[in-house]
């Protein structure tokens, strides 16, 4: 079966079901995700693509689709969570970070559970400096790499990588060239994985 | 079990997938699903709401979306359709005059075939027309009746009946108070209606 990519960004509010859900789901479904932070604010501004700012209904209407969500995938969750985050790249450079070591996966539930449960805005240094506690790292010599030019660099590097893909946000999980936007085709990606097609 | 009240407008592509699978999902989950057309286009004027103009990585996506979506549900299409289509006020102006005398359902399938398999741009004179024969009815009466000031108030009543409930975008499928927004939520409304939750 081909591998599917997870591309998410910290910031993403629908993220935050497929972050929550991920890990059961892919032991329920025998599947492997590899998770890929990148700067999806990056992209949407390219592309002018402005889902929620300036629009009170849409903005309304996503947090109760994802309440409804959250309560189907028995996450918990306190909504409206504080949006959108300030430092959004730094965050995602802090998660590509991890990646490359091995705790990005947690620092990134860690981190969204501050963000969505204990209401704490996820771009803040103290909401980032919690996470990586949790994940038993020191925070200031991590947040102080994760400023570094290197891994501005990485994390714009994956930006373009998810662009060429044809990511336009998030999350987005892609198979081989197709491109799954939201948490509510994770079945669809999964069903391209195995068979070819959406079943 | 509470009605499901599906709003959707002509000009909406999502809304092709409702269209076309509703009447066998009806029979298959034992549902009922009222029809109810509106100007979606004078709502998301009206909120700054504008998903896909401007924006080619965004709506080549969305056509591939459908096309895998299309092809799951057995529904036949020849895309991209011509988008976005010209007269949307008029199409629906007819299909909720159709709805009031009973027609309006086979006459929004016959107009969305013409547009998605024929490729005849569904708020021309001559897909309206050609769908209007489909459903054994002279054209011209019909479309005079429809360009109406009664109707054209019919439709911005049915308009601002959609915005008072949240409706912000189509298709939308709306049970009691809570709002289902889009192809991909059809069986989320159906589950409120049945049991109050997602599941």
Redesign the interface.
Known sequence: MPDIDFWYSIGSTYSFLSIMRLDDWCAENNATVKWRPFNVRAVMSE???IPFA??P??S??MW??IE??A??YHIHARLPAPYPISDLELANQVALLGMTEGWGKPFTQALYRIWFEDGVEAGSEDAMSEALFRCQLDPLPVLARARSPEAERALSAETEAATAL?V??APSFVVGN????GD??LE?ALS?AKVG???
Chains 1, 2 share one sequence.
């Open positions: 592309q002018r693509n300036g629009k209904v849409k309304s209407y109760r689709d409804r969500r309560a189907k044809g336009f946000g197709e491109v799954f936007w509510d085709r669809d391209w097609h959406v079943v």
